[in-house]
């Protein structure tokens, strides 16, 4: 059998009584959970920006490690043994959770985020869908786990119209900004399986640019390649900070919200493995050190290219360089969602596309409590911070401690 994966990210799941994820799913759920669903994420989404740096090192790179891990818990939920526990490890999951505690954790979290999306000043979803074809018998729990995530659909006689009828379903949920996800021939009457995960933000600054100072300036693409952009300017209290471990200069510029920041992480000199070096550098470790409050709030002048990226990755050999081992052979085992081990993954596809303008940002993708400190009374010089030559820049979500996108610009497109 043919399965095709998707990566693109929200599952709302009905309980059930049956035993499905594990022996006993009817336990009660694991006091401390929610609190760790996400405790791997970061790590996992850095070693994901190294490997897919790592295939395209000269080229821009746009991602949401939001969205593949989300579709990868998919993955581990429907997977039994050897998958299951290269999954596991893949995603750096909790060894004191078993799946039914994350399965419980999961639920809950996106409730949360639902609850959250409705009284929030930004935009922020997160869509699953499993489509399998029609002929496949399910087992009752897996149909009562994932509800109205889980469609049947016809692969056999038309999967042309399948196919254009899943990605339609990408753009309603990435507001059109996602289009084409499966080109012509991905689905074919031999597909049995499609996971689709869509992700969508849009936020606006919580400090914006005026459109008046946007002015044509030059970028460094290297030392000896310039070109032209739009290049933003602003001039206001920002936290800042300068890493001699990871070699950049650090920004946030926080979304309105306060619950979400984009983060830049400025070489500072255009030289042609700046960004390399501060890549090296960026351990999980060096990354949290970033984000867990270690800045200073100064005023800063900003200069920030308007850009906007889209992104495609094929991903098979990039989740088997971390660690997913057989997950897209024929011994791979997703019995959970038939109780036979004869369904394989095929590949595995992510798309994101961002744009950053004056007014904020709005990003998709088809695969802590923020504090200001005040300012000193005393005037001080403003920092300059000036984004003209290749960056890296992070957006994350502050109160689930959470890499939503993620990405390397070098040079407009």
């Not at 994966?5 to 009905?14: D, E, G, Q, R």
């Not at 596991?88 to 505690?101: F, I, Y």
């Not at 499609?194 to 606006?204: C, D, I, S």
Request: glycine residues 4%; charged residues 25%; hydrophobic residues 40%.
């Amino acid at each position: 059998m043919k399965i095709t994966l998707v990566f693109l990210c929200s599952i709302l799941l009905k309980s059930t009584h049956q035993q499905c994820l594990t022996e006993n799913d009817r336990k009660m759920p694991h006091s401390s959970g929610h609190l760790v669903l996400y405790s791997g994420q970061q790590e996992f989404s850095l070693a994901l920006l190294q490997a897919i740096n790592k295939i395209n090192p000269q080229g821009n790179i746009f991602f949401s490690p939001y969205s593949t891990y989300h579709a990868l818990l998919i993955a581990y939920f429907l997977s039994s043994h050897h998958t299951e526990k290269f999954l596991r490890k893949t995603l750096r999951l909790d060894p004191t959770q078993d799946k039914a505690d994350i399965f419980s954790a999961y639920k809950l979290d996106r409730f949360a985020t639902t609850l959250r999306a409705r009284n929030s000043s930004y935009e922020f979803t997160n869509a699953n869908r499993i489509y399998v074809a029609q002929q496949i018998a399910l087992r009752d729990c897996v149909t009562n786990i994932f509800g109205e995530e889980l469609i049947q659909k016809d692969f056999r006689t038309n999967p042309e119209r399948a196919r254009t009828e899943i990605n339609q379903w990408v753009e309603q949920h990435t507001h059109d900004m996602i289009q084409d996800l499966l080109p012509p021939g991905t689905i074919d009457a031999a597909t049995n399986l499609v996971l689709v995960n869509a992700a969508y933000f849009k936020g606006q600054w919580e400090s914006k640019f005026d459109p008046k100072d946007t002015k044509p300036e030059v970028f460094f693409i290297s030392p000896s390649k310039q070109i032209v952009v739009d290049m933003m300017h602003i001039e206001t209290g920002f936290n800042y900070d300068v890493s001699e471990t990871l070699m950049a200069h650090i920004l946030e510029m926080p979304y309105e919200g306060d619950d979400i920041s984009m983060y830049i992480l400025l070489p500072p000199f255009s030289k042609e493995d700046g960004v390399e070096t501060v890549l090296k550098r960026l351990t999980l470790e060096t990354f949290r050190s970033v984000v867990n409050e270690s800045m200073v709030a100064r005023q800063v002048k900003v200069s920030l290219p308007k850009f906007r990226l889209e992104h495609t990755v094929e991903l098979t050999p990039i989740l088997e360089s971390l660690g997913v081992r057989n997950f897209f052979q024929q011994v791979a085992d997703f019995s959970v969602l038939t109780g036979r081990r004869d369904l394989t993954v095929g590949a595995g596809i992510h798309k994101a596309k961002i744009e950053v303008n004056e007014e904020g940002t709005r990003a998709a993708a088809a695969t802590a409590i923020f504090s200001w400190r005040m300012l000193s009374s005393r005037p001080e010089i403003p920092v300059e911070f000036k984004c003209d030559r290749p960056f890296i820049f992070v957006i994350y979500n502050k109160v689930m401690h959470t890499i939503l996108f993620t990405g390397v610009y070098r040079r407009p497109e």
